[in-house]
């Protein structure tokens, strides 16, 4: 399953709400997406799985929707921590799972 | 607390050998999906291999053949060898936990692999 997310970069302001686009190629069985944060020299974090479940410790600013081969990330108001890079991630009937390219959130 | 950490990356020749090695604590790595995740330089995230809790093992197209998982139950360590390597697999490697198959909810800081001669 091919991921694609748009856009590829997003330029936005503290406190803007942030939307990032995730489509694949088929649909992806029982919304099995995940999405994750990277920041410059860091290992990505986990976000969001099951399209829509915040993992641990992530704050409610955060969320996920979507089914089928659409699925958004938002972010409803950006703090200055959330500016990064953003991938979706497929796990559905079996590997290889998928990653999609990734969206730059930077400051406008 | 759960933790990951990666070591045996560096500088290898086209052709050659390497293995990677991931040590886990706070958890148990028998039980769970262990992966291993790749990122080349100033690109993006790619799943490169998984050994599930049953020790079924799992590799990206880009990898089969030449890289093999497996894990140490008793040392609680996962491994990652790499042999015929290409440049294009130049990148930092990451060991990642799985959870129910497929998300990663924890990742190791990664050990950077270079491919050149």
């Known amino acids: 399953i091919v991921l694609t997310q748009s856009p590829g970069t997003l330029s936005l302001s503290p406190g803007d709400r942030a939307t990032l686009s995730c489509r694949a190629s088929e649909s992806v069985s029982t919304a099995y997406v995940a999405w994750y944060q990277q920041k410059p020299g860091q290992a990505p974090r986990l976000l969001i799985f099951?399209?829509?479940y915040r993992a641990t410790g992530i704050p409610d600013r955060f969320s996920g929707s979507g089914s089928g081969t659409q699925f958004t990330l938002t972010i409803s108001r950006l703090e200055p921590e959330d500016f990064a890079v953003y991938y979706c991630?497929?796990?559905?009937?079996?590997?290889?799972?998928?990653f999609g390219q990734g969206t730059k959130v930077e400051i406008k | 607390e759960v933790h990951l950490v990666e070591s045996g990356g560096g500088l290898i020749q086209p052709g050659g050998s390497l293995r990677l090695s991931c040590a886990g604590s706070g958890f148990n790595v028998s039980r769970d999906f262990m992966n291993w995740v790749r990122q080349a330089p100033g690109k993006g995230l790619e799943w490169v291999s998984l050994?599930?809790?049953?020790?079924?093992?799992y590799y990206a197209d880009s990898v089969k053949g030449r890289f093999t998982i497996s894990r140490d139950n008793s040392k609680n360590m996962v491994y990652l060898q790499m042999d015929s390597l290409r440049a294009e697999d130049t990148a930092v490697y990451y060991c990642?936990?799985?959870?129910?198959?497929?998300?990663?909810?924890?990742w190791g800081q990664g050990t950077l692999v270079t491919v050149s001669s």
């Open positions: 990642a936990r799985g959870r129910f198959r497929g998300y990663f909810d924890s």
């Open positions: 099951g399209a829509s």
């Open positions: 991630q497929q796990y559905g009937s079996s590997p290889p799972w998928t």
């Open positions: 050994v599930s809790y049953l020790g079924t093992t």
